[in-house]
């Protein structure tokens, strides 16, 4: 990996993830993450002559980061896209999938793109910034009730509904525009010891509901439950617990909400089985990359029909 794609992502649990993916030669395998391509050459370099990985992005950087092999597909698109783009390369089953969900380093660091506290910019946060609506258009125009729903929802803020009102009471004088602009209507509500977590809060409910990632996480995850083939690999690594739960509930039952379902003998039937515990960075790696530290690596295999009638 050069100095560049470093630079972009340094992906979290690279060895556990790419070892989760059981990597069959021949095989068709999904990176739905590819960011500055790390989990993709890890997968290629697993793969055979007749092996395919496509990739999904759809920020327009990290385009820059395409690999040259014949085997690999580049797809500029939100991964809640997967099936049609799977279908449109005649693709009808996949061995594996990885998705290494939230934000890259790329994106905090980019002080253009407004997803950072850090930085005075404008208010973007858009991962795909050709379109749709920015964290200044959610600031300016969500009715009050709503943006406290995206706090306590997305950001887990108890004191959501005073945030919003300070939020709306703020915009009536002057709308909200830049990153500056936001700090300074936050500013009461964040205590000197816990300032910068609670500004991270804020600014991942934003984000959250920005590229409606909750509900292209659903998507996502519907999808790959239709396109793995049985003993097919899915491999999610999350960063906070709203995506968390998700992902383990979906893999445990085959649903969000976590409801077992039993047949008439009271034999569990879920889709996938869960092959381990959450896997969790070492303290080696959390040193070298500080974002892995709220990593989480879980890994589920389809089963096959057979085994979900019984």
Do not use: W
């Not at 997968?43 to 007749?50: A, H, K, P, T």
């Not at 910034?129 to 929802?153: H, I, M, W």
């Amino acid at each position: 990996m050069t100095v560049k794609e470093l630079r972009y992502h340094i992906p979290a649990l690279f060895g556990e993830s790419i070892k989760g993916l059981n990597i069959k030669p021949s095989g068709v395998y999904v990176d739905v993450t590819f960011g500055g391509g790390g989990h993709s050459r890890g997968i290629l370099e697993e793969l055979g002559n007749d092996g395919r990985l496509y990739s999904f992005d759809q920020d327009a950087d990290a385009g820059i980061n395409r690999i040259e092999d014949r085997r690999f597909t580049f797809v500029r698109s939100n991964f809640r896209y997967l099936s049609n783009f799977m279908r449109y390369h005649k693709e009808a089953a996949i061995d594996g999938l990885i998705a290494d969900l939230g934000v890259s380093s790329h994106h905090l660091d980019d002080k253009t793109r407004g997803f950072s506290f850090r930085f005075d910019g404008v208010l973007d946060m858009r991962m795909n910034n050709s379109g749709g609506q920015t964290a200044a258009d959610v600031l300016n125009k969500y009715p009050e009730e709503r943006l406290a729903e995206v706090f306590y929802l997305y950001g887990e803020l108890k004191n959501s509904r005073k945030i919003a009102a300070s939020v709306v009471k703020a915009r009536d004088i002057k709308p909200v525009r830049t990153t500056s602009d936001l700090l300074k209507i936050l500013m009461p509500f964040s205590g000197k010891e816990k300032e910068k977590k609670f500004l991270a809060q804020v600014f991942q409910s934003l984000r959250i509901e920005v590229n409606q990632e909750m509900q292209a996480l659903r998507e996502l995850l519907l999808q790959s439950l239709k396109l793995l083939k049985p003993e097919g690999r899915l491999v999610v690594i999350t960063y906070h617990s709203l995506e968390d739960r998700i992902v383990k509930n979906f893999m445990k039952t085959g649903n969000f909400e976590g409801r077992v379902v039993q047949d008439f003998y009271g034999n569990v039937q879920a889709p996938l089985r869960m092959l381990s515990r959450a896997v969790t960075p070492s303290k080696a790696e959390t040193d070298d990359n500080p974002r892995a530290r709220s990593a989480k690596l879980r890994i589920a295999e389809r089963c096959r029909t057979e085994e979900v009638a019984q």
